[in-house]
């Protein structure tokens, strides 16, 4: 092995004494040779600079080899020495990942390993540094490796977060133990996985005496977003739409009795299944197919009736559960007593980020239809206590706006929908809208439409004035488009429109008010662009 190469390239020269210099070319002499004088030599290296990784991994080559001619009890010894060694380094540089590195190495080398020493020195160096993610990590392999309870863990944060309520890695910490100690079922413990109702609420008071005792620090208000719960997002076929062609991703399509046929891809978002001939039948009334999703192993029915052309099977969008986990009468009354006491705090902290935006989630997972109101006025007082972070507040406001407009709609399989004048800057839930064939998007403060609008295949109309819209991405391959309108937006040039070229039956386009009409000859270039349109407006 060619140590000296990698060894000069390495160091800094710069920051090195004459000594350490003199050690370095010692050391790279003797490459190749495996023994305690070369140990010795890395060691006085590393004492006055632990960050060399190349002469850690050096002294691993020489303790493997000592390994193969010691007996265990000199390897035991050698190896006490070497851990001797390392926190002589760590006092140096408490971070440093080379030497924290290899003390892990060296600790699951040892023959008789001393777990109870680790931890002790572990909760040293925390108490001088609790934010030392290179401990953390050790901390979390010695505990592994060891078996230590998880009881015996939670209890450590305790006394951490106890002397510091801003530790923030032993509020995250205490975030991966819970779900371990309270797994809930057979199945392996995950982070969505909640602790039961009485350890929360001790775990409720444990965030609140916190926060409250400093509302603008963020480590407990992130702990008690944790703790409000995580809803996990199930993958769902949400709906099925047949008219000439579905539009579905990596499914197979089986008709009746016959043979399974894939799809063939037309884009990453569009694909296309051809049925053989005679297997949509005129003598037939109903024609059942059926869409299997193999990897979810789940599958939904489609039936085509004779003299319609489209057909469609989807799920409600109207539930009141769709855009929230489901909870417990028990989990709602712990989350109104939740929301009641940030109410609380926030009477003595007007002006705390924190508390507002828990207090907008609180009010979500409870009721979000009957807190509307309340959480509008919440989303104006977060931007003006905390401008720089009004566009995430603008988009997140968006996001809960789309949320109820969905919540109100009558039934699910409705096919105009407005979300004109609701001050948008974000489109999202277009997964919700498949079977939408109009849409009004007018009077908001949108920028461009994002991929995701090419969901909408059933789309035939599309409203979009009085904008900011810059770029029209998302209108790709929507094979029913017939009219656009983007007056009053900020489309600028011809390239803009470009993708308007994917939409074959895009007969209406309507400009008005935007700066491209001021081209010159701009009626003959988008007629020549766009053949198939026949009412264009300037």
């Known amino acids: 092995m060619q ?169 995250h910490y205490r975030s991966t133990l819970l779900p371990l100690l309270h797994p809930g079922s057979p199945e392996a413990a995950s982070p969505q996985r909640e602790p039961p109702t009485s350890s929360l609420l001790k775990e409720y008071e444990l965030v609140q005496n916190a926060f409250f005792t400093d509302p603008n620090d963020q480590s407990a208000w992130f702990y008690y977003r944790w703790l409000l719960g995580r809803g996990v997002c199930v993958c769902v076929c949400v709906c099925v739409c047949v008219w000439g062609f579905s539009t579905n991703s990596e499914v197979i399509l089986r008709c009746g009795y016959r043979n399974a046929l894939y799809y063939k891809s037309l884009t990453h978002l569009h694909k296309i299944c051809d049925l053989p001939p005679g297997t949509i039948s005129d003598t037939s009334n109903e024609h059942n197919l059926t869409v299997h999703w193999t990897e979810r192993h ?41 929301l009641q006491s940030c109410t609380q705090l926030l009477e003595l902290e007007p002006q705390n980020k924190w508390c507002l935006l828990t207090i907008i989630l609180l009010m979500r997972a409870l009721d979000p239809l009957g807190y509307e109101k309340e959480t509008l006025a919440y989303f104006q007082t977060l931007k003006e206590v905390d401008s720089m972070r009004t566009s995430y507040y603008s988009d997140l406001c968006s996001k809960f706006m789309i949320e109820n407009t969905i919540l109100k709609m009558e039934y699910a399989e409705v096919r105009v929908f407005s979300l004109c004048e609701k001050n948008l800057s974000t489109l999202c839930h277009l997964d919700q809208l498949l079977l939408v064939t109009h849409i009004n998007l007018s009077s908001n403060q949108l920028l461009g439409l994002p991929p995701q609008f090419a969901m909408l295949q059933c789309l035939e ?32 040039q011809l390239s803009d429109l470009k993708i308007l070229t994917t939409c074959p039956r895009l007969a209406r386009l309507d400009l008005r008010g935007n700066p491209i009409t001021q081209i010159a000859n701009i009626q003959s270039q988008l007629a020549e662009l766009l053949p198939s349109i026949t009412e264009l407006l300037l």
């Open 298 to 338: 789940t599958h939904r029915d489609c039936a085509l009736y004779t003299g319609r052309s489209e057909s469609w099977c989807r799920d409600s969008a109207t539930d009141l559960e769709l855009f929230r986990s489901e909870l417990s009468v028990e989990k709602s009354s712990v989350l109104q007593s939740e």
């Open 3 to 171: 140590f000296s190469i990698y060894i000069i390239a390495e160091c800094n020269m710069k920051l090195m004494t004459r000594d350490d210099k003199s050690l370095l070319y010692n050391v790279g002499g003797k490459e190749g040779v495996l023994d305690e004088e070369v140990l010795l030599l890395t060691q006085q290296l590393l004492s006055s600079n632990p960050d060399f990784a190349t002469l850690w991994n050096y002294r691993r080559e020489i303790l493997l080899h000592l390994e193969t001619v010691r007996s265990e009890d000199e390897i035991q010894r050698l190896y006490e020495e070497e851990l001797s060694f390392l926190e002589a380094c760590l006092k140096v540089n408490p971070k440093s990942y080379g030497s924290w590195h290899h003390r892990g190495w060296v600790s699951t080398r040892l023959p008789r390993p001393d777990w109870a020493r680790e931890l002790s020195l572990c909760e040293r160096c925390l108490s001088l540094d609790d934010r030392n993610f290179h401990c953390w990590d050790y901390r979390r392999m010695v505990v592994r490796v060891s078996g230590v309870p998880v009881d015996q863990e939670l209890q450590f944060t305790d006394r951490l977060i106890g002397s510091n309520f801003s530790n923030y890695s032993s509020w």
């Open 461 to 492: 109309v599309l409203q979009a004035d009085d904008n900011a819209i810059e770029n029209l991405e998302g209108v790709y391959h929507l094979s029913k488009l017939e009219e656009v309108s983007l007056r009053n937006n900020n489309i600028t």
